[in-house]
């Protein structure tokens, strides 16, 4: 099964607002296409902050223009033509199918079993170059993971970027059951009857440990951070559309931001918003306030309310046991020079870590 005669009417995609037409069609559907979404955001990402170049530096692939912020400037997007991400996509979902058999694990009540998740975690990390600096940027989409005999970098993934491709991959094969799991510094997945069994799917720490198919239970157990005692974010098919958002990255450089990364990943965040998707993800709201005190959006919330709303989050969905949302409110005081409301918000997180 390729794209559906639906997506491919949306190509091409010449701007921002085309892509986030696609992403609000994809919304309105019960299983958004995650293999699809994040191979169109790694595109536009890698041709704007990675290699950023001159239109005609890129053999088959071209640049739509429009003026830039002053007379003297012009801005380029990046085409993602129907036939480069039909390829991509193509070529994603065979190498899924072509290694994993279904009929050798079976599922009587239709849910996945511990095998098949370790399976398909095996296939994504045995595809992962041996060596390279996995903390590296712009390597969290399927792009980066699929694109080795075409665009640089190759195959690389980070470590959530990994858990996320887990998640796509299972969806290709039909495993509806098959979520993300996060907190706030590490993922891994839920599956089964009502998300009940949990799976570890990307490496640990540092030092890269590899915990693959152990459940998260003993962390839990242990009140761990890693696993916020438990009050994850157990995610639907539209938070993790809200995940690869969260994660696109629009450093060009240590000082430079792709203004149109920031423009698409704004607009994408409002679109989730609007239709509910960020309720139950705090990092998101923290994502997006950050985003409007750069550049705010007229008749939408103003940052201050964001942030809160993202405490208000954890405090009613995770327990109040997620610090992020706290931090996201100080750094906005801080930066403001608001040193009273900074230092109650910094409190208020060392509250939550302390309980």
């Not at 039909?86 to 050798?104: C, E, K, N, P, W």
């Not at 992962?128 to 590296?136: A, E, H, P, T, V």
């Not at 696109?248 to 792709?258: A, E, K, L, R, V």
Request: charged fraction near 20%; aromatic fraction near 10%.
């Amino acid at each position: 099964m390729g794209l559906k005669p639906w997506q491919k009417a949306l190509f091409p995609l010449r701007s921002v607002p085309a892509v986030v037409r696609l992403f609000e069609a994809e919304l309105r559907q019960a299983e958004p296409d995650l293999v699809l979404l994040s191979l169109v955001l790694g595109f536009v990402e890698h041709f704007l902050a990675v290699n950023r170049v001159l239109p005609t530096n890129v053999p088959g692939v071209t640049f739509e223009s429009r003026p830039g912020p002053d007379p003297q400037t012009r801005l380029y997007f990046p085409v993602a033509e129907l036939s480069i991400v039909a390829a991509l996509y193509a070529r994603f979902t065979a190498q899924i199918r072509g290694a994993v058999d279904l009929s050798l694990y079976p599922r009587p009540d239709g849910c996945s079993s511990r095998e098949l998740v370790r399976k398909v975690s095996d296939v994504i990390w045995n595809s992962l170059s041996r060596s390279y600096f996995k903390d590296r940027a712009h390597i969290q989409s399927l792009f980066s993971f699929i694109t080795a005999p075409v665009y640089p970098p190759g195959t690389k993934l980070d470590s959530s970027g990994v858990a996320f491709a887990v998640v796509g991959a299972c969806q290709v094969l039909g495993l509806p059951d098959v979520h993300l799991a996060l907190s706030e510094d590490h993922a891994w997945v839920a599956f089964g009857a009502g998300g009940a069994q949990t799976a570890e799917v990307t490496w640990h720490g540092k030092g890269n440990e590899d915990r693959r198919g152990q459940p998260v239970q003993a962390g839990v157990a242990e009140r761990s951070w890693l696993y916020l005692k438990g009050s994850y974010l157990r995610c639907t098919r539209h938070m993790e559309v809200a995940f690869m958002v969260c994660a696109i990255n629009p450093s060009i450089d240590g000082h430079t931001d792709s203004l149109e990364l920031l423009q698409l990943q704004q607009r994408l965040l409002w679109l989730l918003y609007d239709m509910g998707h960020l309720d139950r993800y705090p990092m998101a709201l923290g994502n997006l306030a950050d985003l409007e005190e750069l550049e705010p959006t007229p008749g939408r919330p103003d940052p201050l309310t964001l942030y809160h709303q993202g405490i208000q989050s954890a405090r009613t969905h995770y327990n109040n046991e997620h610090i992020y949302p706290y931090l996201y409110l100080a750094g906005f005081h801080c930066r403001n020079k608001n040193v009273k409301e900074a230092l109650q918000a910094w409190a208020d997180t060392a509250t939550v870590i302390q309980e």
